[in-house]
């Protein structure tokens, strides 16, 4: 397991954006994360009805740079990325439950090259699906 001190850097995020708290397992295709920010009070993305579902995508997304980071060769500079586009995003749920307990954050690898990555995410929580659907992201060229 990772602790988010051991993987903060391969995000773009600082301080209570960066979503994440630990990486459970990865491989050549897969993370999985998890976090308990959801629930905090100060959570930077809740509303005055608690953190709406669709906010969910921004934690697969921050999944989805932790794993290309942690996948990376040793010691190569982290490749910035911009997320382009969301598609089949689903939510069983409108809000998430601060009181339900951790969020389990999955996401796969479908294809990846120099130029970006498309994964498919799915954010549970007890075990029950709360998010899922597919996310793509570019590295630009350097200085673009």
């Known amino acids: 397991m990772l602790r988010k001190n051991e993987f903060a850097g391969l995000i773009p995020h600082a301080g209570a954006m960066n979503l994440l708290d630990a990486?459970?397992?990865?491989?050549?295709?897969?993370?999985?994360a998890r976090s308990e920010s959801?629930?905090?009070?100060?959570?930077?993305l809740r509303a005055a009805r608690g953190l709406h579902a669709v906010n969910l995508a921004e934690y697969g997304a921050q999944a989805m740079a932790v794993h290309g980071g942690?996948?990376?060769?040793?010691g190569a500079p982290v490749k910035p990325g911009r997320l382009v586009s969301l598609r089949d995003v689903r939510?069983?749920?409108?809000?998430?439950?601060?009181?339900?307990?951790?969020?389990?954050?999955?996401?796969?690898?479908?294809?990846?090259?120099?130029?970006?990555a498309q994964y498919e995410f799915r954010i549970e929580q007890g075990g029950e699906l709360l998010a899922s659907g597919r996310a793509?992201?570019?590295?630009?060229?350097?200085?673009?």
């Open 23 to 32: 990486v459970v397992a990865f491989d050549h295709d897969t993370i999985h």
């Open 38 to 44: 959801h629930a905090l009070a100060d959570h930077p």
């Open 70 to 74: 942690l996948k990376a060769a040793p």
């Open 91 to 116: 939510l069983a749920v409108e809000y998430v439950d601060p009181d339900a307990g951790a969020l389990d954050v999955h996401a796969c690898c479908i294809a990846a090259d120099d130029g970006g």
């Open 136 to 144: 793509a992201v570019i590295h630009p060229p350097q200085g673009a």
